[in-house]
Each structure stands twice: as structure tokens, then as C-alpha cells.
């Protein structure tokens, strides 16, 4: 008998598919799997050892199955014959707890205990480079003010609008494409879903764009800060929560038009910002984004203070509109779905103990930021981050200690070995001491 799989292989010409799951860093891991062979795959998982990919795990530990969820197919716009599923990793019989879409389903299940519901958007930003990474792809993309250009858009229009075709293909509505802040640097929007959707075609674009960028023979990154001089990658977060087919944000007699519920859900992220940005901006790289000096553009676009406010860009949290907020803390190299949890776990914990985020600072922050007392500093870099995120009792208790000691193992491994690096700076600074 065809099975619904090899039916839908067969209807829509694909033939192999990709089971894939996401590792701590964000990689995406996949097997290529004949369609033929797709029934045994989906019922049992395509096998993988985790060690091998960025998984806190041995070469002794058994192997590790990927059961696709069979609801993410994605059959590739620029190839076909390939569907891509996301996946949710097992061993020995049950979920790997630390494995990050576990994490966010997890967290996903418990507010839907409470009836509730996270809906998310991203804007990954990104830039076009050239394939060696060391410049930016288009050499007359000069203007001290780049932003929204339509030149420079234009002249990368056969990379924009494939890859913007291909997600209107897809049915995810995008509706907006432009030149971003940085010389290189773009952005695309699509409408916003629930979290693990958005997690899901989060992840995906990032392959998307690169994919579509190799074939025009450009290379893409996320990365937060590839250029010291530019605006860096951010990966801002618009944020509502839903109960029964309603935003519970919403509330046109709130300040700024949001609800008690969501200034409590606004006030975890900040209670628990420092912890989040272990999250959120997880890379060494990611703390030249935030707390960095003024770009040629004129501003870094990105937060350096836990503080709130209304449609001003210059904090880590914006409230543009009614019943929703921006949080503009995250950046390209955050896990699309340790993103999403970490959002709603923070926000959830805000609720739970009617979290007062205090007034709104009007004030921009570039400019008058230093002025304002007792305003909480977001870390300095990833080791404080991280030192932030492994005291946090929130994050072990809805994350899980595996999962803690897991990534904050991983990490610091990655810290240190930056901290191994000798800097032309240090000599240039030291060496006469
Ligand atoms: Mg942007």
C-alpha cells in the first residue's frame, strides 16, 4: 500500500527527502533520504551520532534517531526534488531533552497549559559577501547612509526576489523586501505564526538565503557583526501571546495599547535579560553587535540596556503598535528555536509573578543613555552571558539541567578558545608595557 508520504512524493516530484534537526549552535543536521525509503525513516527516525554535531553527547553514547515531524515539509523552491522536515531528535527511547526544538516544544506545551499561546516574527537581516566572506559582495554599495537604497536593492534583485518568490511559493506571505542600515545588508519580511512555525521557517530561510546566494554565486551571512565599521546582523523578535483565538496584548485602554498581561510578559525579559542574552546573542561576535560604537551609519541599531519603550529603536524593547512588542535584542547567530523558548519562558515567568517593568524610558539612548541611573547593563560579552545564564533558576528548571550544563558546557569551550587568540590590538597595546 502508498503511504500518505509516498503519495505526496510521488503527486509533487520529489524525489529524496531531508530529515533534519538543529544542534546547540544552530546547525542544521540532515540525512538525504530516498523517497522510497521515507516510511521506515518517518516511523523510526534517521539516525545520526550526536557527537558528532554541536550535542553535549560521546562517541559511546547509542544512536541518536530524528523522527520528522511530517506537518514542517518544505519541499525546496530552487530544487524540487528535495522536501525538507524538520525533526525532533530521540535516544534510547525517549526526546533528547537538550536538543533545541525539544526545548521549544516543551516550553510551547506548558503554556498551552495555561490555555496560552506564543505568536512570533523574525527579521533576519543579512548581507550579501563576496564568497571569500572578507568584503562585502557589491563594490559600488559606498553610501555613508544605505539604508532602504533602491539602487544597490535593485542591482541584487535576481537574489531578492528569487528568494522572495520562493517564500511566497511557500505560503509564508511575505510582504516587504529592503537594502537594511549596513552597506551589504538586507532584510526580508513574512508574516508572523506561531513559534515553533516561526522557529521552523526561521531556520530554514537562513538555509533558504544561503542556498539562493551560493546559486548566484554570492555567499550570505547572519553573522552578528562581520564588519567592525558596519551595523550589524539583528534578529528582532515582534512578540504577542494568544488565548483562544485572541491576543491577550491587545488592549486599547492600556498604555500604548497594551494589557497588564503584557507589560507583566514584557517585564520577565528584562527580569531575566541578562540570562536571555545567552540565548539571544550566544556567539563571542554577537557583543561587537550590542554595546558597539557608533557605525558610519550613524547609529548600531542594537541595544546596550535592559529598558523599554514606545516606537523608539534605540532600546532593547520597542512597543510600535497595539497589542504587540519588538524585542530587538537578538541577532543572527541566535538559535531559531532556543530563541522562541527563551522569549516565552522569560515572558510566562513575567506573568506568573506580575512582573512590574516600570515606566517607560522616552529618551534616546545613544545619546542620554549615560545619564539615566540604575539602568540594567546587558553583558558584555558571552562569558557573562553565559555566567548569567547558568545561575538562572528559571532557565534550569523550564530548560532542564541537561540542557544547561549542556550548552553552557559547549560554550565556554568556545570561549576559551577565542580567549587562546592573540590580538594584533593586545600586542600593538602590550608589548611596550
Ligand atoms: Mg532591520
Not at 516530484?13 to 534537526?21: A, D, E, H, Q, T
Not at 529592503?178 to 526561521?202: C, I, K, P
Not at 567592525?228 to 534578529?235: D, S, W
Not at 545564564?389 to 568556545?414: C, D, I, P, Q
Amino acid at each position: 500500500m502508498t503511504s500518505e508520504l509516498q503519495k505526496q512524493a510521488k503527486d509533487r516530484g520529489i524525489k529524496y527527502f531531508l530529515i533534519s534537526f538543529t544542534d546547540l549552535f544552530g546547525t542544521q543536521r540532515s540525512k538525504l533520504v530516498p523517497a522510497e525509503a521515507i516510511d521506515a525513516m518517518a516511523k523510526s527516525g534517521a539516525g545520526f551520532a550526536g557527537f558528532a554535531t554541536w550535542l553535549d553527547m560521546t562517541p559511546a553514547d547509542s544512536d541518536m534517531f530524528v523522527i520528522p515531524d511530517t506537518s514542517s515539509l518544505i519541499q525546496l523552491p530552487w530544487k524540487k526534488d528535495v522536501g525538507w522536515f524538520a525533526g525532533n531528535p530521540w535516544m534510547d527511547g525517549k526526546e533528547v531533552e537538550h536538543a533545541p526544538r525539544n526545548v521549544l516544544r516543551r516550553a510551547i506545551a506548558a503554556a498551552a497549559a495555561q490555555g496560552l499561546e506564543l505568536k512570533t516574527g523574525v527579521e533576519c537581516e543579512f548581507f550579501l559577501v563576496a564568497p571569500g566572506g572578507d568584503s562585502i559582495s557589491d563594490p559600488g554599495d559606498l553610501q555613508a547612509k544605505p539604508c532602504y537604497d533602491q539602487s544597490t536593492l535593485m542591482r541584487r534583485y535576481d537574489v531578492i526576489s528569487e528568494i522572495c518568490d520562493s517564500m511566497l511559493e511557500l505560503g509564508w506571505k511575505p510582504y516587504q523586501n529592503d537594502h537594511e542600515d549596513a552597506n551589504g545588508q538586507f532584510e526580508m519580511n513574512w508574516e508572523y505564526d506561531t513559534s515553533l512555525v516561526t522557529a521552523d521557517r526561521h531556520s530554514f530561510f537562513k538555509y533558504m538565503v544561503k542556498s539562493i546566494a551560493e546559486k548566484h554565486g554570492l555567499r550570505a551571512t547572519f553573522m552578528p557583526k562581520p564588519f567592525p565599521h558596519l551595523t550589524g546582523n539583528g534578529c528582532h523578535a515582534h512578540v504577542s501571546l494568544w488565548k483562544d483565538g485572541k491576543n491577550v496584548f491587545a488592549d486599547p485602554k492600556g498604555e500604548l495599547g497594551v494589557s497588564k498581561l503584557g507589560y507583566q510578559f514584557l517585564g520577565g525579559l528584562l527580569a531575566h535579560a541578562e540570562a536571555l542574552t545567552a540565548i539571544s546573542n550566544p556567539t563571542v561576535n554577537s557583543y561587537k553587535r550590542i554595546n558597539a560604537p557608533v557605525t558610519l551609519s550613524g547609529a548600531t541599531w542594537s541595544p546596550n540596556t535592559a529598558t523599554y519603550t514606545g516606537n523608539n529603536r534605540t532600546h532593547m524593547i520597542r512597543i510600535p503598535e497595539e497589542g504587540r512588542f519588538e524585542l530587538r535584542l537578538a541577532d543572527g547567530s541566535t538559535n531559531p528555536y532556543l530563541l522562541q523558548a527563551a522569549i516565552l519562558v522569560a515572558g510566562l515567568d513575567g506573568i506568573k509573578n506580575a512582573s512590574d517593568p516600570g515606566k517607560r524610558l522616552d529618551v534616546n539612548m545613544y545619546t542620554h543613555g549615560h545619564l539615566i541611573e540604575g539602568v540594567k547593563k546587558l553583558p558584555l560579552n558571552l562569558l557573562d552571558a553565559l555566567r548569567a545564564f547558568e545561575r538562572s533558576a528559571l532557565y534550569k528548571h523550564a530548560f532542564g539541567a541537561e540542557f544547561v550544563t549542556a550548552y553552557v558546557k559547549l560554550k565556554m569551550e568556545n570561549w576559551n578558545e577565542y580567549m587562546r587568540y592573540l590580538t594584533k590590538w593586545e600586542v600593538e597595546t602590550t608589548l611596550d608595557c
